[in-house]
């Protein structure tokens, strides 16, 4: 007497048509087989249970088929059968898995250039690949790049981040996705038809449900539940067998919410976690329930998109309860809860939690929705004085408190024309400290500086240099106000910009932001009242000292600026890559 088969091991597709979902997979491979343009290596990769191993074997039966290559394999020829039963000794399935060594992939590699003996290609068929150690990806590498002509390989791995990119780089990659709920249960409903066991629609949808994607927990699960409930399958056995709850229990716990019954709730979820469900799966049907309630408010329509909800008159009334903003909020309590469990022995306590505050999301909802009101109230009556006034003065009536009105430009011309914030003062004191070591510590660092920036902090100084220094605090000059504006706004440039000039000099300085046109006017303005013009020589010794530096300083700013040389290899290279040297 034969063992029994489980579902996913008897129905396992044997071509691109059978396999459920991946369009995108199946067509590319297809028209690859097609018009012969298969290559060499493959990287299937994706969650489990989502056809990876299964596209695999049917490519390589599409390959090798007497009929082919073709689009489909015929599955009755010699080579499709053999493939089929895993008896082709051309066709080799390895499981990094238990074979990750670098001896086991010396073994493969040393067969590669042995002709296939009964088919057209060799295929090898590497699951669990991410599992191979180092020096296996090693070994297989060269191989990889320059297989000979007869030779296919097909990796497939849940976990691609794990592989190498000097591997993934040699590989046609397919990223397999989730397969929808939709899918699973018609592949289900084909199933149970061909095997002629009876099927309640909605115990499916329980099952693909809780599957999340992947076809083979679904048949498992269904292998499961079909041997517990013997001649007819119903709900109760689905969620019995599952873990998964019914969706009454969720009816029941969203009218105790929106009522504020907080013990109602609280009870409810204790007695659920009495009879073994896991809080953390709770929390991620609750998720759902409340999202199929979303799904009922704003496209009633969509019920094919139900996941637990039936949508149902009763369902519907139940949504209708909920304001969408309060959907909202309760979705993103669930969410950082669930995510928060995941650090936490204390799952329960995070669940009961949240039930509570769930239950207050209405009144904060409520709370919105009037201060909304109060505002839309208030815009209505500016509106009206707003029209009021357009219209007196289109009859030529000037408004009351019109002195007011023509107050107003004289404040606006008080602040420059860029909108930049100038510290004036704080500059005139880095100038009167300003040496020429410092700014020079500063500019023998600058490219440095620019390189080590994010891209985006590093565009706002395209056109910034530093101007002047002392031994705390320099100034930066922009040449666009916007930039300069843009770099005073930004609040982690500006942390983190004098921390990274720390880090490469040594000193935390303060930076001074400001426009090139605005430097040009101070400068002049301390020009003029130290009376460096002039050079006098009759002053202290204490003030001829600081002025001739700091006129030193200024003077070489002018010089580099204007020195045709500097500014046509800055041209050519870039300011960055430009230092000047004095001899």
Not at 88 to 98: P, R, Y
Not at 139 to 160: D, N, R, S
Not at 218 to 226: E, F, I, P, R, T
Not at 516 to 533: P, V
Request: proline share 3%; glycine share 4%; charged share 25%.
């Amino acid at each position: 007497m034969l063992s029994y088969q489980a579902f996913y091991r008897v129905y396992r597709p044997q071509s691109f048509a059978e396999m459920s979902g991946q369009t995108h997979i199946k067509q590319t491979l297809q028209n690859a087989l097609l018009y012969h343009k298969t290559t060499h290596a493959y990287l299937f990769s994706g969650p489990r249970g989502t056809g990876k191993t299964s596209a695999a074997k049917i490519f390589a039966k599409a390959l090798n088929c007497e009929n082919g290559p073709t689009k489909e394999p015929c599955n009755t020829c010699e080579t499709c059968k053999s493939i089929t039963e895993g008896s082709n000794t051309d066709v080799i399935e390895f499981d990094a898995a238990s074979n990750s060594r670098v001896e086991e992939m010396r073994e493969v590699i040393e067969k590669v250039r042995f002709a296939p003996s009964n088919a057209r290609y060799k295929v090898y068929i590497i699951d669990e690949v991410h599992m191979l150690s180092t020096s296996a990806f090693n070994a297989l590498l060269k191989t990889l790049e320059e297989p000979p002509a007869h030779v296919v390989f097909i990796l497939a791995t849940t976990e691609p981040h794990k592989i190498p990119l000097t591997i993934i780089s040699r590989c046609q990659r397919f990223d397999f996705k989730r397969i929808t709920s939709a899918d699973i249960v018609l592949r289900m409903k084909d199933i149970l038809t061909d095997a002629g066991i009876e099927y309640d629609e909605d115990v499916l949808k329980v099952i693909a449900q809780t599957a999340a994607g992947g076809m083979r927990d679904a048949l498992s699960m269904l292998d499961q539940v079909v041997s517990f409930s013997g001649e007819k399958m119903t709900i109760e056995d689905a969620l019995l067998v599952t873990g998964s709850i019914g969706q009454d229990v969720f009816f029941q716990l969203a009218e105790a919410l929106i009522e504020k019954d907080v013990a109602k709730a609280l009870s409810s979820v204790e007695q659920l976690v009495e009879d073994g469900k896991d809080p953390v799966r709770l929390t991620e049907d609750f998720i759902t329930f409340y999202r199929d309630l979303l799904i009922l408010l704003v496209a009633p329509n969509q019920t094919e998109l139900l996941e637990i909800a039936t949508g149902d008159d009763a369902f519907r009334e139940l949504a209708s309860k909920f304001p969408i903003d309060t959907l909202y909020k309760s979705i993103s309590i669930l969410t950082n809860t669930q995510q928060e469990m995941r650090f936490s022995n204390h799952a329960k306590v995070y669940l009961e939690t949240a039930i509570i505050r769930l239950a207050q999301v209405p009144r904060e909802a409520t709370a919105t929705s009037e201060s909304n009101s109060e505002l839309e109230n208030k815009v209505r009556a500016l509106e009206s004085q707003l029209q009021q006034l357009q219209q007196q003065i289109s009859q030529g009536i000037l408004p009351t408190g019109n002195s007011t009105m023509q107050e107003q430009p004289k404040k606006q011309r008080t602040r420059s024309q860029s909108g930049v914030k100038v510290s004036s003062g704080r500059i005139h004191e880095i100038l009167k400290t300003a040496t020429k070591t410092d700014i020079q510590a500063i500019k023998s660092e600058w490219s440095n500086i620019l390189q080590q920036l994010q891209k985006s902090h590093a565009a706002l100084l395209n056109d910034a240099e530093p101007v002047a220094a002392s031994s705390s605090a320099f100034v930066l000059k922009f040449k666009y106000d916007i930039h300069c504006q843009m770099a005073m706004e930004n609040k982690t440039f500006s942390s983190s910009f004098p921390q990274l000039i720390a880090s490469l000099i040594g000193t935390m300085y303060e930076v001074v932001y400001v426009p090139e046109e605005n430097w040009l006017k101070i400068r002049e303005e301390f020009i003029q009242q130290n009376g460096l013009k002039q050079g006098s020589s009759n002053d202290s010794a204490e003030n001829s000292s600081q002025p001739s530096e700091a006129m030193e300083l200024l003077q070489g700013v002018e010089e580099i600026s204007e020195d045709p040389l500097v500014v046509e290899a800055e041209k050519l290279f870039g300011k960055e890559f430009v230092e000047v040297h004095d001899d």
